[in-house]
Nanobody, 119 residues
Framework: QVQLVESGGGLVQPGGSLRLSCAGS????????VAWYRQGPGNQRELVAD???????NYADSVKARFTISRENAKNTVYLQMNSLKPEDTAVYYC?????????????WGQGTQVTVSS
């Protein structure tokens, strides 16, 4: 079992930056595809970015060129660097880890971290 803990959220002004961290524990974290999702007020949860164990990345169009997802497997941590933040980025950001291990699917969620972009 993998436990995920997000951190790094907070209040930032438009145009500012934040770096979110997703720390995994429980073993085999490096095998997982890790994604950041977000859910703004009144919205459904949406995929922001993901990164495979091999380092391939994918971004939602709304965050391309502004956000960067990366991972440091030695630290069991995935990051989401968020630049040029907009009020529309305000949401609870969740870390998700997925993998198939020994033929079984595993899917874990963190509790989320609040990002508020406001002047």
């Amino acid at each position: 079992q993998v436990q995920l803990v997000e951190s790094g959220g907070g209040l930032v002004q438009p145009g500012g930056s934040l770096r979110l961290s997703c720390a995994g524990s429980g073993g085999m974290f490096s095998i997982y595809t890790v994604a950041w999702y977000r859910q703004g007020p009144g919205n459904q949860r949406e995929l922001v970015a993901d990164i495979t164990r091999g380092g391939s990345t994918n971004y939602a169009d709304s965050v391309k060129a502004r956000f960067t997802i990366s991972r440091e497997n030695a630290k069991n941590t995935v990051y989401l660097q968020m630049n040029s933040l907009k009020p529309e980025d305000t949401a609870v950001y969740y870390c998700n880890a997925k993998a198939k291990i020994f033929g079984r699917n595993y899917n874990y969620w963190g509790q989320g971290t609040q990002v508020t972009v406001s002047s």
